[in-house]
């Protein structure tokens, strides 16, 4: 075969995958319910362009990527609420609430409006990226690999799709390195001075814009200089001079564009990284294979990539890091130490509560991986073994659609059984209550008892519910169904709270565990049917003895005993 009629094969499959990477981000974004933060980040940012004053959020998340997400939303004429006391008492869930579920537009089309804008940002400017990083790095082989392994990654196609910070974050962080390298590595070619000028100032502005997305991206300055200190002084041996242009103009570019962002009130980031650093100093609950933190454990990000990357993506990163220490070179420090100091700095990281707060690995992880892919596809052994894991992993993330943020690989045999092992933002974001809804319409709409966790307000999508043990950063007060005339006794639970995550009897529904549930919305709700289930109805009625509700489940427990003397 010729060498054009493979590239143009090359260049057939490599579109077709981000086609089918699009395709699946945007069905994904159809089903799902508004996530836990996504409209404490769309109020937020919206009111910062509208008011023109960085005030709501602001102490948690920097507010580039937040009112990057909000532009699009100007195109509709929307109150801000800026009035409202929610608004003066900075309080960012409730007032996110009035600003997505009581507003001129839908809800649905408000988030979808910038989740779809921002999805296509991100999704576009992380595939030029990874192709120039790996084709600058090994061949336009590896180029096309990396694209490849980027399309069929779905923590790139469930949180590109969501408005939250942690994309924008990623991105800049990669492109960072991107031009920090570009840069290094030209130094000694016959590049102008120019252009090394443009590619430090360009690497100074995405780190400005990653510390202006989320304040853990205070740490790019330090990995980048560390490096060109390695290159200047261990392996060039050039002169201080240089080293200190570099890092003076890359420094100058960070602070002007966080600064610019800004608004030149630099104290206010100051006073944001302080309070997150304070408070992620705090821990949070999380949860993973049955073992419960407030400190989280060493083994929690490790065990999360290993299970949610599919595992062709898995092959393909073993291969690549063999390949570089087989066949090292001066500039794979450019891949290496960004992925290897972010993951050692994750993992003793005491906030642990979805695979997304490493997502900045994985864009790396794409060149690393696509470099193994390059080295060793023509071994036919090898070809065989990545062809399987191709299409292993086609079947499970088929099998995950377009549910896509409760992926599982085959490793644990796939999303179903994800909740055994991760909870929170690794699957359950509140975000399947839309496909709970429906489910429930199909069957007469009857009213359920609730446990759930998020802030997508059920009633918004129909459903009539009793609140039970709801993990909220809202008041979801339920739509006072009455269960006492309905034909069944439904209880669905988020698995969060069926793990116990946020409860602290941590064995509160673990008598659910052993019960098949009639539904599953996504992978994380649970549907159960306890109409003839004594035991179920007993501890229910007894989790709302001591509430105002207690009266009005007793008549479940009084009718089961009817229904079986008759």
Not at 13 to 38: Q, R
Not at 158 to 177: G, Q
Not at 240 to 269: H, I, N, Q
Not at 403 to 424: C, R, T, V
Request: charged share 15%.
């Amino acid at each position: 075969m010729d060498i054009t009629k493979r590239g143009k094969i090359v260049s057939f499959i490599v579109l077709a995958a981000l086609a089918l990477h699009l395709y699946a981000g945007l069905s994904f974004i159809k089903i799902s319910a508004p996530t836990y933060d996504e409209t404490v980040h769309l109020s937020s940012g919206y009111s910062h362009i509208a008011g023109g004053k960085y005030k709501m959020n602001i102490m948690d998340h920097p507010p580039f990527s937040e009112m990057l997400s909000a532009l699009p939303l100007f195109s509709y004429k929307l109150n801000s609420f800026m009035n409202h006391p929610y608004f003066s008492v900075k309080a960012p869930y409730h007032y996110g609430d009035l600003f997505i579920f009581n507003n001129t537009k839908s809800a649905k089309t408000m988030v979808n409006t910038a989740r779809i804008f921002t999805f296509i940002i991100w999704t576009v400017l992380f595939s030029i990226f990874i192709f120039f990083f790996s084709k600058k790095f090994h061949s336009f082989e590896s180029a096309a690999f990396s694209l490849i392994i980027f399309a069929f990654m779905p923590v790139f196609i469930s949180n590109n799709a969501l408005i939250t910070t942690d994309s924008s974050a990623a991105l800049f962080y990669f492109i960072s390195f991107y031009f920090g390298a570009m840069a290094s590595l030209n130094l000694s070619s016959q590049l102008s001075r120019k252009k090394i000028f443009i590619y430090l100032c360009a690497a100074g502005f995405f780190t400005g814009l990653a510390m202006s997305s989320k304040f853990s991206m205070v740490i790019i300055a330090p990995i980048v200089i560390g490096i060109w200190g390695i290159d200047f002084f261990l392996i060039r041996k050039a002169d201080f001079k240089k080293f200190f242009v570099f890092v003076g103009v890359y420094a100058l570019l960070a602070v002007f564009t966080l600064a610019l962002v800004y608004k030149f009130d630099l104290a206010l980031y100051i006073e944001g990284l302080m309070s997150t650093l304070e408070r992620v100093n705090d821990g949070r609950p999380s949860f993973v294979w049955g073992h419960y933190s407030m400190n989280g454990v060493l083994w929690y990000f490790p065990l999360a990539f290993l299970i949610k990357t599919p595992v062709f993506v898995l092959l393909c990163a073993a291969l690549g890091f063999i390949a570089i220490a087989l066949k090292p070179k001066k500039k794979y420090i450019w891949i290496v130490i960004p992925f290897v100091f972010y993951a050692l700095i994750s993992i003793t990281s005491r906030l642990q509560i979805g695979i997304r707060h490493i997502l900045p690995l994985m864009p790396f992880l794409c060149v690393i991986g696509s470099i193994g892919a390059a080295e060793f596809y023509k071994n036919k052994k090898i070809l065989v073994v990545l062809t399987f894991s191709v299409l292993l992993s086609f079947v499970f993330l088929f099998k995950t659609h377009p549910f896509y943020l409760s992926y599982f690989n085959s490793i644990i045999g796939g999303p179903e059984n994800g909740y055994k092992y991760l909870a929170d933002s690794n699957l359950d974001w509140g975000q399947d209550v839309r496909e709970l809804s429906r489910y429930l319409k199909e069957n007469g709409n009857p009213p359920i008892i609730f446990a759930y966790f998020g802030v997508a307000r059920p009633e918004y999508y129909g459903i009539k519910y009793v609140p039970l043990g709801i993990i909220s950063n809202v008041e979801l007060e339920g739509t006072n169904a009455d269960l006492c005339k309905a034909d069944k006794v439904l209880l669905a639970i988020s698995v969060t709270n069926l793990q116990s995550v946020y409860y602290r009897d941590k064995d509160t529904y673990n008598w659910l565990k052993d019960i098949k549930p009639v539904f599953r919305a996504g992978y994380s709700i649970f549907l159960y049917d306890l109409t003839n289930n004594k035991d179920g109805i007993n501890r229910i009625v007894g989790f709302f003895d001591k509430s105002a509700k207690g009266n009005k489940v007793k008549c479940l427990l009084k009718r089961y005993n009817e229904g079986n003397k008759q």
